[in-house]
Structure formats: structure tokens, C-alpha cells
């Protein structure tokens, strides 16, 4: 028997292979990431990109975005981040949901870039195809702690594994 809830069968996480898909181990990353090529070569890039995920130890619902200014103030990078321009427009997607999504929760939410995240979809797709609007939107698997929704619900934390 095989669980995971985002690996392949051959027990790679998926998230993890957004720069050099491989169209036999992973084809629907690798037709997923063709097809967005093919939409920015006429065109048609999308103006949002969202990779949903559930959290299996932080509560709520929240995003994590890409920012080139957050990620490099958050490093300590000696760069002086007044003189680049970026775009906050990234903000407004995540704004929004906490005014009208009782589950949703803002201060939750990260833009910052870690190197680690390097291979995952939003980070690829933002990086390589310009979407500046891209996201992996977390679910929890432990319930809310503010709003309509709060409960005291625990599941515990599972893995990329393979079981006999």
C-alpha cells in the first residue's frame, strides 16, 4: 500500500520538481509547466498561479507568495531594498481573503523566497515565467483557531512515505 498526499509513486515530492520535471516520474508536473511555457510563448501568461497544499502543523488558511524585497530584507541581505521597485499588488490576492474568508488568516501568509523553496511550482513559475502573482495556498489539516471555524481538531504530522 502507497500514502502521501503529494508524492509520486516513486516517492518524490512533486513540489520539489518544478525546475527539471521529468516526463516519466513526474508528467503532470512536466506537462502542467509545458503548458504554461506554451501560454507565455503566445501570449496569454497567467496573471495568477495557485498551488493548493494542505498544512499539516499550521493553522488556518493562508498563502505563501513570492517577493523579491521581503525575501531579501528577511535575509539580511546587504542590498539596499528602498531603491528596488516591486510591485506590493502581490499583497491584494491575500488582503482580500482575510476581509471576506473566515478561515483565511493574513498574518499567516510569507512572500520571502528561502533557497530551499527553489523547485516548488510557485517559486518556478514566478521565477521562470514571470507570473508575479504566484502562490501555494495551505490548507490546515488541524482545524482553525480564530473565526466561525475555530475548533480543536489535531491529526498528526504524516510524511512522503512508502508503506508494505
Known amino acids: 500500500m502507497f500514502y502521501s498526499h503529494r508524492c509520486s509513486l516513486s516517492a ?4 520539489r520538481q518544478w525546475l527539471k ?3 516519466n516520474l513526474s508528467p503532470t508536473v512536466y506537462h502542467t509547466k509545458g503548458f504554461l511555457y506554451y501560454l507565455n510563448s503566445i501570449g496569454r501568461t497567467p496573471m495568477v498561479f495557485c498551488d493548493y497544499h494542505g498544512h499539516s502543523r499550521k493553522k488556518n488558511v493562508f498563502l505563501y507568495g513570492c517577493s523579491v524585497k521581503e525575501t531579501l ?3 539580511g541581505s546587504p542590498v539596499n531594498t528602498s ?7 502581490y499583497r491584494t490576492i491575500a488582503k482580500t481573503l482575510d476581509r471576506i474568508a473566515p478561515a483565511f488568516s493574513f ?8 533557497k530551499s523553496r527553489a523547485s516548488t511550482a510557485r517559486v518556478v513559475v514566478w521565477r521562470e515565467m514571470g507570473v508575479l502573482r504566484s502562490y501555494t495556498m495551505e ?9 466561525i471555524y475555530k475548533v480543536r481538531h489535531q491529526v498528526p ?8
Open 12 to 15: 518524490d515530492d512533486l513540489n
Open 21 to 23: 520535471p521529468n516526463p
Open 73 to 75: 530584507w528577511q535575509s
Open 83 to 89: 531603491s528596488i521597485k516591486e510591485d506590493p499588488g
Open 107 to 114: 498574518n499567516s501568509c510569507n512572500f520571502l523566497v528561502e
Open 139 to 147: 490548507s490546515t489539516y488541524n482545524g482553525c483557531d480564530q473565526g
Open 157 to 164: 504530522h504524516v510524511s512522503c512515505m512508502n508503506y508494505d
